[in-house]
């Protein structure tokens, strides 16, 4: 099996080859066997899988990781395409069941109790496959059909707080709108040109200086713009760090109802890296 042949990889290379650290999948093995153990309790109708659970979440996270066909996978780890599908969802279900490895959601903003200073707005677009509706899909920006994430995160710890999902022909700043997100009035916003009109949804924010052919930039303004920049370049590294998980960064194959909780998954597993990399 897979599992046998990088067992012994350890810190840099394991890290390498999975995209996340040794204590962070051992955390995901001990929870997806913790979870086959009650359901072994209760037994219901179907088979057990020929991998073992080590096997099952590197299947897992090598889906995630290099966004190979199911059947490239299936050769690797010696078993049936219907494994392969079966096992990789089974294990998202029970990674995101278990709470372990959630974000701290949409509430955590709504709490004034200073535990969030200054928060990064952005959002990043994963492509798919041409749909049959193809209006939906079609984002302007990137001139192909794609699906919108929208990320909020803490500017100094670097973690996903809040992750909304929409098509790529919603505007940026209409899914901030829509998806009803209330942050706290002492937390600070930082946003990019997507998001102009944010002052009238929260005063506390703060966006680039546009300028046009009849209106230049002052070097004040450029200056400013500048500033921010600088503050905001955090968000394309977590961005950047997202889509190691080539999933996110490849036009998406599967169905698109899995999407949403395949980031929110992945963001959660990109959290506990980074309390991982801070503490080692």
């Not at 997507?194 to 209106?215: D, R, Y």
């Not at 955090?234 to 889509?243: A, G, L, Y």
């Not at 080539?246 to 698109?256: C, E």
Request: glycine share 6%; hydrophobic share 35%.
């Amino acid at each position: 099996m897979k599992w046998l042949s990088i067992s012994a990889l350890q810190g840099k290379k394991f890290r390498r080859y999975t995209g996340i650290h040794r204590r962070v999948f051992d955390e995901m093995v001990e929870c997806v066997r913790s979870s086959k153990a009650h359901k072994r309790k209760h037994p219901s109708k179907g088979v057990s899988s020929p991998l073992s659970i080590e096997d099952q979440v590197l299947l897992t996270v090598m889906y995630w990781r290099e966004y190979r066909s199911q059947e490239h996978l299936a050769v690797d780890f010696g078993v049936d395409q219907s494994t392969v599908s079966r096992t990789i969802r089974e294990s998202e279900n029970i990674l995101i069941k278990s709470g372990q490895f959630s974000i701290p959601g949409r509430k955590s903003l709504t709490s004034g109790d200073g535990q969030y200073e200054v928060v990064i707005v952005d959002v990043t677009e994963t492509p798919v496959e041409r749909p049959k509706k193809q209006k939906r899909k079609y984002s302007g920006k990137k001139k192909r059909h794609t699906l919108k994430s929208l990320f909020i995160i803490d500017a100094k710890t670097k973690q996903i707080l809040c992750v909304v999902i929409s098509n790529g022909t919603t505007h940026d700043f209409r899914m901030l709108k829509e998806s009803g997100i209330k942050v706290c009035e002492s937390i600070k916003i930082l946003a990019d040109l997507g998001f102009l009109g944010i002052l009238k949804l929260h005063a506390n924010s703060e966006v680039p200086h546009k300028g046009s052919k009849n209106n230049k930039l002052t070097k004040a303004q450029k200056k400013e713009n500048k500033a921010l920049a600088r503050q905001r370049i955090v968000v394309e590294h977590v961005n950047r760090m997202m889509k190691i998980f080539l999933i996110l960064k490849y036009p998406y194959r599967n169905k698109q109802k899995r999407f949403g909780l395949r980031v929110n998954l992945i963001a959660g597993v990109y959290n506990k890296n980074k309390i991982e990399s801070t503490t080692t």
